[in-house]
């Protein structure tokens, strides 16, 4: 089973920015679509950000503009840039993995996913 460990979460202020990376401990194919996800207490988890199995990069409108999905495949590594942060950006992040293709319209959705990290905590005060 691949296991996922996600870092780079931290505090920081209001239009500043974090990257997030999450390591795989196998290697990520290129053809596995891999995304971000986020849940704020007492919300549902959501997908911020997304790869296809085609390499293309799928954005939720909140984070469009902001936010960078990308992949090192030699590294078994998948990042999250995230810029111009906001408070609505508090959140735990997890990065996830389904080793399949997907269409567009579900790579934003919870249920398409396999593997899990257990998460990097991202806050942005008030």
């Known amino acids: 089973q691949v296991q996922l460990v996600e870092s780079g979460g931290g505090s920081v202020q209001s239009g500043g920015s974090l990257r997030l990376s999450c390591a795989a401990s196998?290697?990520?194919?290129?053809?596995?679509?891999v995304a971000w996800f986020r849940q704020a207490p007492g919300k549902e988890r959501e997908g911020v950000a997304a790869?296809?199995?085609?390499?293309?990069?799928k954005y939720s409108d909140s984070v469009r503009g902001r936010f960078t999905i990308s992949r090192d495949n030699a590294k078994n590594t998948l990042y999250l840039q995230m810029n111009s942060l906001k408070p609505e950006d508090t959140a735990m992040y997890y990065c996830?993995?389904?080793?399949?293709?997907?269409?567009?319209?579900?790579?934003?959705?919870?249920?398409?996913?396999?593997?899990w990290g257990q998460g990097t905590q991202v806050t942005v005060p008030s």
């Open positions: 196998r290697y990520i194919d290129s053809m596995d679509c």
């Open positions: 996830a993995v389904e080793q399949s293709v997907l269409p567009w319209r579900k790579l934003l959705l919870e249920s398409e996913y396999n593997y």
């Open positions: 790869i296809d199995s085609g390499g293309y990069s």
